[in-house]
């Protein structure tokens, strides 16, 4: 580690409630939170919708064998209790944080595995500083508009992510983190996975209700098969067989567009691949890293 990381760690806001593994390192004028296990080449973890560096637990344990695994927080992700006030949890605002905190780690370039929200956050930093990065892996990444195919099906599936994203912030302006987080958690995981999961997922859902703001913004997020291409780096794509069609959709518009791409598909998994599946789910992001290490 370098000594500037060294002085920044564990500086948060009292407010904040900072679990003793957690590490803070200032980003853009923001304490951004995380975790790390493992030694080696860097892999960094970037969560979804809902999310925080807690997502990756179930394979940290796999993936920190062979690699320096740190499982970042983005800007108003937990530890921040954040109840939605600002405007900057933008796609654009979080890709240049990853890009700022890779350079402020001295770390780069760095292996990426990004997942939903988290793999177009990804997407935007590997595009815009492709210098940064060794290899991409993009689980479900999240849809963008100007990227996916105009057709009748897929707009169908658009307007389905909208109408569900509209009923979950509904949800929230009233006071109902529970049912609004619950509405998503089963519109991308299948009915009953709210109910099927741990507390521990439930409160991490909860904890991170108002990171959900800004996903109809996100979906204009202008980004094109030219912006895709400007990624040198090799992209593995990874999605569950039982993942909703939209992801589908992204997976396809995306892939002309890569100059290398593998693709693989989790059994017995949905959206949630990783924790439906972690050990074929860590399995397969380790063979393609080996691969293209």
């Not at 979804?48 to 800007?75: A, C, F, M, Q």
């Not at 994203?165 to 509904?170: G, L, P, T």
């Not at 992801?247 to 059994?267: A, D, F, H, K, W």
């Amino acid at each position: 580690m370098t000594a500037f990381l060294t002085s920044c760690e564990h500086v948060a806001p009292r407010s904040w409630d900072l679990p003793p593994d957690v590490k803070v390192l200032q980003v853009n004028g923001y304490p951004m939170a995380y975790v790390e296990s493992g030694q080696g080449i860097p892999l960094i973890l970037v969560h979804g919708t809902l999310g925080d560096y807690r997502n990756w637990e179930p394979v940290i344990p796999l993936l920190s064998k062979h690699y320096r695994t740190i499982s970042v927080s983005l800007r108003h992700s937990y530890p921040e209790p954040w109840n939605g006030q600002d405007d900057d949890a933008t796609l654009g605002q979080h890709a240049a944080d990853l890009a700022a905190f890779i350079r402020a780690l001295g770390a780069g370039p760095v292996h990426f595995l990004g997942h939903s929200r988290g793999g177009a956050v990804v997407l935007l930093t590997a595009s815009a500083h492709p210098e940064l990065v060794r290899t991409v892996v993009l689980a479900d990444p999240a849809p963008l508009n100007t990227l996916l195919a105009s057709r009748p099906e897929v707009q169908a599936a658009v307007d389905e992510r909208t109408a569900l994203v509209r009923s979950m912030q509904d949800r929230f302006r009233e006071g109902d983190l529970d049912g609004g987080a619950a509405l998503w958690i089963n519109g991308v995981g299948g009915p009953g996975a709210w109910t099927a999961a741990s507390e521990t997922s439930r409160n991490v859902w909860r904890a991170n209700a108002w990171t959900a703001k800004m996903l109809l913004d996100d979906d204009r997020q202008p980004f094109r098969c030219n912006d895709a291409a400007r990624i040198l780096a090799p992209v593995l794509l990874v999605t569950g067989d039982k993942s909703p069609a939209i992801y589908g959709y992204m997976q396809e518009s995306l892939r002309p567009c890569l100059r290398s791409v593998t693709n693989t598909v989790i059994p017995n998994a949905g959206h949630g691949m990783f924790r439906a599946n972690p050990r074929v789910f860590s399995e397969r992001v380790l063979d393609f890293l080996a691969a293209h290490s």
